[in-house]
């Protein structure tokens, strides 16, 4: 009497389905990460070119000017994109220091989003400390 042993050779239909879902699922995680990777890195490009534009607009009024506008909004010129500059002055200086805290923000034309926004410290020219000084009730001019 013989004995036949069967050898099993190759995989089930089961087996390359469950492999088949597990490959599938891990590119699908995989193409979802790069469409986020991809998008960070779209919005940080974003950001540094609005950060260039500010600080070369920055640059542009203290050499026309000698300081910030005191408060005003306008457009930003070059880039791919269209930006926007806003000033604000805000209240509350630091006390015993002839200076004003300044805010300019950066934002997206179409959106709105704030893309930058940096508080400053300007400096209150000497001629003008007595009279910035008692409009906010702070300095005096001792000489």
Do not use: N
Not at 104 to 113: I, L, N, Q, R
């Amino acid at each position: 009497m013989y004995c036949v042993h069967w050898r099993r050779s190759g995989m089930t239909l089961i087996e390359v389905l469950a492999g088949i879902v597990l490959l599938s699922t891990l590119l699908a995680m995989v193409v979802i990460s790069a469409g986020r990777f991809s998008a960070s890195i779209r919005r940080s490009d974003r950001r540094l070119e609005a950060a260039r534009l500010l600080d070369d607009q920055l640059a542009r009024w203290y050499a026309e000017s000698g300081r910030l506008p005191l408060d005003g909004e306008g457009s930003l010129a070059g880039g791919e994109e269209a930006f926007r500059w806003r000033v604000t002055r805000l209240t509350g200086g630091i006390e015993g220091l002839p200076v004003r805290r300044v805010l300019v923000e950066v934002f997206a034309t179409k959106s709105g989003d704030v893309l930058v926004a940096l508080e400053l410290l300007e400096p209150i020219p000497p001629a003008r400390v007595a009279a910035v000084g008692q409009e906010m009730g702070r300095w005096s001019v001792s000489d």
